[in-house]
């Protein structure tokens, strides 16, 4: 089983629509978790922080679930903008390492 | 803040070749970094783990001797692929912990590199 997975998608939404991403991860022990944005043949860039209360920056909001194991991402009022690969990254037994899932693609269209 | 270079962003090179990849945190001091490999549509996967000074942790399936890593500095990791072939064709990405860290599990990632052996 991966540490990380993910559904990947593609999830094909209208500008302004609102999505949700979820992702499951295995390791209990994990300490951090994280959304992560990746553009096409770019390096992936943290979009968010996660944490057990939850947590919103603008249009984003970010759950976590350590009972279940699970992390959800909520965009609102997508837009054109927002269209990339959203990677949902956990820590890993080292404390440093981060384990990476393998994306979750996201399409907004006009 | 907090820029992590790599070199060189995109390399095209033939089988039995050796590539070298740099990775240079510009403007903090990194007593780690972090190496790891995207292939298409697949997740960023970590190759090895550097700390300054010391021999580098690779992962389970990750082979030393062809991946050489050396940690040098504080401020530069290289990454060297020793007689690449066609299936080492990958996303090179290293990423870069600073000695002073507003958390542990803080990194910086660099541009990517993009090696592709014909």
């Known amino acids: 089983r991966k540490e990380v997975e993910q559904d990947p998608g593609p999830f094909n939404v209208p500008e302004g629509a609102t999505v949700a991403f979820n992702c499951t991860y295995s390791n209990s022990a994990s300490q951090s978790f994280f959304w992560y944005r990746q553009d096409c043949r770019k390096e992936p860039k943290l979009l968010m922080s996660v944490y057990s209360s939850g947590n919103e920056d603008g249009r984003f909001t970010a759950q976590l679930n350590r009972a279940s194991q699970y992390i959800s991402l909520l965009i609102r009022d997508s837009k054109l903008s927002d269209s990339a690969t959203y990677l949902c990254v956990v820590n890993s037994n080292s404390g440093y390492a981060l384990n990476f899932g393998k994306g979750t693609s996201l399409l907004v269209t006009p | 803040g907090a820029v992590v270079s790599q070199h060189p962003s995109r390399v095209i090179c033939k089988s039995g070749t050796s590539v070298k990849i740099e990775c240079r945190s510009l403007?903090?001091?990194?007593?780690?970094m972090f190496w790891y490999r995207q292939f298409p549509k697949q997740s960023l996967m970590l190759m090895a783990t550097?700390?300054?000074?010391?021999?580098?942790?690779?992962e389970q399936g990750v082979e030393k001797d062809k991946f050489l890593i050396n940690h040098a500095s504080l401020t530069l990791s290289t990454l060297t692929v020793t007689s690449a072939h066609p299936e080492d064709s990958s996303f090179y990405i290293c990423?870069?912990?600073?000695?002073?860290?507003?958390?542990?599990?803080?990194?910086?990632f660099g541009p990517g590199t993009r090696l592709t052996v014909l």
């Open positions: 990423s870069a912990r600073p000695r002073r860290a507003p958390r542990t599990d803080t990194q910086y």
């Open positions: 403007d903090f001091q990194a007593t780690t």
């Open positions: 550097s700390n300054e000074g010391s021999k580098a942790t690779y």
